[in-house]
């Protein structure tokens, strides 16, 4: 007895998909999931680091905080931003970090990964503190749990 059920096509949908097409797709999806799909194949990682192509991805943010001083200007002391990324959009960063809630001085310890870490002192004195992490480009924030062992 014959089935009268059409056959499958026995092609691969991913593989039908042209370059310009993959490239748009990919160009919607975060930094950190674009690196993963570097994984998928050879084919994709070659289409992610094709220079032509790496232009319409999204970039990660290169660079380093620093300060100045200046004895002649208020305030004396600034926060700035090297952004040192490949050539693009550059991100919006502000160093001074205004979206922090207001502290009478912010001291920027250290940097891992885009988190600065901070710590914010209540007071003039600089008697009372909290620590800060935060993201400078998604401007979000938060205070972690105080340590068990301080």
């Known amino acids: 007895m014959e089935e009268n059920s059409p056959k499958k096509l026995q092609t691969d949908p991913p593989a039908s998909l042209t370059d310009d097409l993959i490239v748009e797709i990919l160009s919607r999806l975060p930094v950190r999931l674009i690196h993963r ?6 084919t994709w990682r070659d289409l992610i680091s094709h220079p032509d192509h790496r232009k319409k991805l ?12 200046h004895s002649d200007r208020v305030p004396r002391f600034a926060r700035h931003f090297a952004d040192v990324s490949a050539a693009g959009p550059h991100l919006p960063v ?17 940097t891992c990964n885009g988190l ?3 710590r914010c002192y209540k007071t003039p004195s600089e008697d009372e503190f909290d620590y800060i992490v935060c993201n400078p480009v998604t401007r979000r924030w938060l205070e972690p749990a105080p340590s068990p062992y301080a």
């Open 116 to 118: 600065v870490l901070c």
């Open 58 to 69: 999204p970039q990660t943010l290169a660079g380093f905080f620093y300060g100045s001083y």
């Open 94 to 110: 502000d160093a001074s970090l205004p979206f922090l809630p207001k502290y009478s001085n912010v001291d920027q310890l250290d």
């Open 37 to 42: 799909c570097r994984c998928v194949s050879k």
